[in-house]
């Protein structure tokens, strides 16, 4: 004889499944935004191994109207 389990409630698992999503979401989030870091800083690494001075990104400010 084999025991049956009772059937999971449907709303439980719809929020465990919504729970998942959203860290997957913020996972992939962080790692685009940790790998858009890594390519700025090797940028400005390779920019000062070459010997240049002016390698800082600079930030210009849109004009005001």
Not at 30 to 57: E, F, H, P, Y
């Amino acid at each position: 004889m084999t025991e049956t389990e009772p059937p999971e409630k449907e709303g439980s698992r719809a929020t465990e499944n919504a729970v998942m999503l959203g860290f997957f979401i913020v996972l992939v989030a962080a790692g685009v935004w940790l790998l858009g870091s890594m390519a700025d800083i090797r940028k400005a690494q390779d920019c000062a191994a070459q010997g240049r001075r002016n390698c800082g990104t600079m930030e210009i400010p849109s004009p005001s109207r």
